[in-house]
């Protein structure tokens, strides 16, 4: 426990992570595809839920370090509407003592054939033992741009005003930026790259690759100059369920491992 602070605070000054967020950085490159978005990927740019055809539902945990006081849980559904789609999030970090919390909805839609654009409010709170409570409402827009067969590109900002926490609160919620390009093969693979920037921090370059092979199979590799930190994961299609296992490798606080569920499976 005495241990605690300092990885809380290594962790935000290195890798730029909030507890509450742990899904969005396997779902950060497939934001910008159309073909390989799934009900999570509007917690990063608000314009994935917009084409949506049906309803869809993730769920998403990590032991973030072997710590249970930095575990995040993520639960998002998204379903169609005439025009776009629209979506519910629900995150949640930390452990008694220090924990973060996020309630969103988000609304998007297609301009044309080559534009998607959204938006997304959140209700963020913190909790901290001994402290009470603080929280905000916080809003997000995002652009999607169709730029051919399959290639794609994205733009997304969350709380460009850094609202306050509380209504008489001198520590405001992080500001973030990022811009993300996507190649894909129809329904085998996706290549992509995000540069984003969150806070005061310096610029983050997210790079890697999602695959499907057999039908059945599913993967997803890649690395993030935040930590820097390295991702894995590999998923079975069980009918119509997805069940991926995540691993997150830290050069100094080590392994996170997590387990990420899709309906229906893609």
């Known amino acids: 426990m005495l241990l605690l602070p300092f990885l809380l605070v290594l962790l935000r000054a290195a ?58 849980y993520q639960a998002s559904a ?28 988000a609304y998007a839609r297609q301009l044309g054939s080559l534009l998607d654009v959204g938006v997304q409010f959140r209700y963020a709170a913190v909790r901290a033992s001994g402290y009470g409570a603080a929280g905000g409402l916080t809003a997000d827009a995002g652009l999607r741009l169709h730029l051919g067969e399959r290639l794609h590109a994205g733009a997304w900002v969350h709380n460009p005003a850094r ?70 994961g590999a998923g079975l299609r069980l009918r119509h369920l997805l069940l991926e296992v995540t691993a997150t490798g830290h050069r100094y606080l080590g392994l996170t491992p997590g387990l990420l569920l899709l309906f229906p499976a893609q």
């Open 78 to 105: 998204a379903l169609p509407l005439a025009g776009g789609g629209a979506g519910a999030l629900l995150q949640f970090g930390g452990g008694p003592d220090y924990s973060e919390s996020t309630v969103g909805l």
């Open 163 to 232: 609202v306050r926490l509380g209504k008489q609160g001198t520590e405001r919620l992080p500001s973030a930026f990022g811009l993300g390009l996507t190649w894909e093969r129809t329904g085998q693979w996706l290549m992509g790259a995000e540069l984003r920037q969150e806070g005061g921090g310096p610029p983050a370059l997210t790079a890697g690759l999602q695959f499907r092979v057999a039908g059945a199979l599913r993967g997803r590799a890649g690395i993030t100059t935040a930590g820097p930190v390295a991702y894995l």
């Open 15 to 72: 890798a730029q992570l909030h507890p509450a967020q742990g899904a969005s950085l396997y779902t950060r490159l497939s934001a910008s595809s159309p073909r390989f978005a799934d009900a999570s990927s509007f917690a990063v740019n608000p314009a994935a839920l917009a084409g949506r055809t049906q309803f869809s539902a993730a769920l998403y945990g990590e032991y973030r370090f072997g710590l249970e006081a930095l575990s995040a």
